[in-house]
């Protein structure tokens, strides 16, 4: 995931640290029943006129919103798990005891008051959580958001007297109030900007991460534009053996997970009947595709190619190249060129998409196909992608200039192609996905190069060395890519290749492919494909940009907001009640 150190988008993924997972309902319930204790031994202590009075107006409430919530909120075909209706509960009861308990001590006559605010904020909190977690639709949350503070009112009622009812109850019509008003103004940046609804896409988003819902891919094809990209393709036939496919997609498999292209090169794996190697090309998330119906419309594209097909049987060696921290391996394939690039030990991140087709033209000055791969294999820090126009950019352009000079003269003969592929044993959330480790041999001219492909989302510094010089005991060149799949994230793009799995782990299975594709050598022909893959939906130039600074200005006046809209309910809360005495 390409994230800036100052940009917009990178306050976005900060936005992760406000997702967890609800604890255990029995240990959210464990802490409303010790706040109720804890607050019937001080009021006995202080000689309270009311006996269990913590039990009875904190306890009881949390216990009966706990098992009445999650059921009501069902009603309208929404999901809530019974873990986050008892935290709600516990939460919401914590928050009771803060408001109340502190007036038991200067003011008795004050708690009927305090305890009908604190109903009255908790029935606007729980509102703003359900519709955030569960339901969009304030109208929808009001009942199941109401059931703790109505036992509140009645159990209140029962305590103070009848007259404790209408104050109860005008106090949590402030509170509705009040937070209706602070969802309306959190909501309404997005639907301006976008003309989306901003809880209703968190729905989608917490949907998303608990049971792997899609609903959040029609919140990006509202905001999505439709684009034409150019997706190189090699061809590999052989006698008596499993032909191949590699091919350089320039969208981004992201932008997590399984939504959208997440998944982007299983789907090719799975779609064509040869095997299938997709490295990463010239996207950032700006064109991370709008949903995964997508991938079938460059599927389609590659397809439609493969008609017109010359096969031939020349491939040079491999000959690597450096301009300045570019560093490239290039191989000629019949009348197209292959360029692999990476910066390691230097950073090595998304390029923009507007290099594959500068790239793509630049090399039909000798070549009638390029095709262009971000090996995508060095994460040492949270770092910009790279653009046109800026230095690294510059680097980018006069080294692939470099190659496409140089390689027209590079001596060309038969060639054998060999492939493996073994699984990882290790979890997406351990940095790999579902394809393992791929594993392309050419053998042209006395010379074997091997092209691997780890199905991930970059790479930690100096994991792609310790690889390379592992391969390297079989072959003669080497290079490590990643697919940049994004489904080894949920929620933050730094889950690399070796964070979470030591390198030294990782290096046997690699070998043990490197070594079938070895074994798997057969006599090849070639054959190039550009297909122009057009109508294909993306997020859209600078889209998450401006996603990620809308949700971040809203940050920066919630807060504020949230604080003043809460202070003018307890203001009005006790203006109301002095009117009412």
């Not at 968190?202 to 049971?211: E, K, M």
């Not at 394809?435 to 780890?454: D, F, I, P, T």
Request: hydrophobic share 50%; aromatic share 8%.
């Amino acid at each position: 995931m390409t994230e800036t150190d100052d940009a917009a988008d990178v306050r976005l993924a900060g936005l992760a640290r406000f997702v967890f997972s609800a604890p255990s309902w029995r240990r959210s319930l464990i802490i409303a029943f010790l706040l109720g204790v804890a607050v019937d031994i001080g009021s006995y202590s202080l000689s309270g006129s009311v006996r269990f009075f913590g039990s009875l107006a904190f306890t009881v409430p949390a216990i009966v919103a706990f098992v009445l919530t999650k059921p009501i909120v069902e009603l309208a075909e929404r999901p809530l798990t019974w873990n986050r209706s008892a935290l709600l509960a516990a939460a919401c009861t914590v928050f009771m005891v803060l408001i109340t308990v502190p007036a038991m001590l200067p003011a008795r006559d004050l708690v009927p008051l305090v305890y009908a605010c604190s109903i009255g904020f908790v029935f606007g909190l729980r509102l703003l959580v359900l519709v955030a977690i569960s339901d969009y639709r304030v109208l929808h949350m009001v009942v199941p958001a109401s059931v703790q503070s109505v036992v509140g009112v009645l159990i209140g009622t029962l305590l103070f007297g009848l007259s404790f009812l209408p104050l109860a109850l005008l106090l949590m019509g402030i509170f509705l109030l009040g937070f209706s008003v602070l969802i309306w103004l959190i909501e309404r940046p997005l639907n301006r900007a976008f003309g989306i609804r901003g809880l209703s896409f968190l729905n989608a988003f917490i949907a998303h991460l608990t049971d792997g819902s899609r609903a959040m891919e029609e919140f990006f094809r509202e905001i999505g534009e439709a684009v034409t990209v150019p997706q190189m393709s090699l061809f590999f036939r052989r006698e008596g053996r499993p032909d191949l496919v590699f091919t350089i997609p320039n969208v981004h498999p992201g932008p997590m997970g399984e939504i959208g292209g997440g998944n982007l090169p299983v789907r090719f794996v799975a779609a064509f009947e040869e095997s299938v190697m997709v490295p990463h090309g010239c996207a950032t998330h700006d064109f991370n595709l709008v949903s995964e119906a997508e991938i079938e419309k460059l599927i389609a594209g590659v397809e439609a190619t493969k008609a017109g097909l010359s096969f031939g049987e020349q491939a040079s060696r491999a000959v690597r190249l450096r301009c300045d921290s570019v560093n490239l391996l290039c191989q000629r394939f019949g009348d197209a060129l292959l360029v692999v690039s990476t910066r390691s030990p230097l950073t090595t991140e998304d390029l923009d998409f507007s290099f594959a087709p500068t790239f793509e033209a630049e090399g039909r000055r000798r070549f009638a196909h390029l095709g262009f791969v971000d090996a995508h294999n060095c994460m040492t820090e949270i770092s910009t992608p790279v653009l046109p126009g800026t230095p690294l950019g510059a680097e980018y352009l006069r080294s692939v200039r470099a190659a496409v000079d140089a390689m027209p003269g590079e001596p060309g003969g038969t060639f054998s192609v060999g492939y493996g592929r073994k699984p990882m044993p290790f979890t997406r959330g351990q940095g790999f996905g579902d394809l393992g480790v791929q594993v392309l041999v050419v053998e042209s001219s006395g010379q074997r190069v091997a092209y691997v492909l780890l199905d991930g989302n970059n790479m930690v510094e100096g994991a792609r060395e310790y690889l390379v010089d592992r391969c390297l005991e079989v072959v003669d060149e080497a290079e490590v890519m990643t697919t940049d799949s994004h489904v080894v994230n949920t929620v933050t793009g730094k889950n690399p290749v070796g964070l979470r799995v030591p390198v030294a782990e990782i290096a046997p299975v690699v070998e043990r492919a490197v070594r079938a594709a070895v074994a798997d050598l057969a006599p090849a022909r070639v054959a190039a494909s550009t297909a122009w893959c057009e109508g294909v939906v993306v997020f859209g130039s600078t889209r998450i940009t401006q996603l990620a600074c809308t949700v971040n200005a809203m940050l920066v006046f919630v807060a504020p907001l949230s604080l003043a809209i809460l202070l003018l309910a307890f203001v009005v809360s006790v203006v109301t009640y002095l009117l009412l005495i």
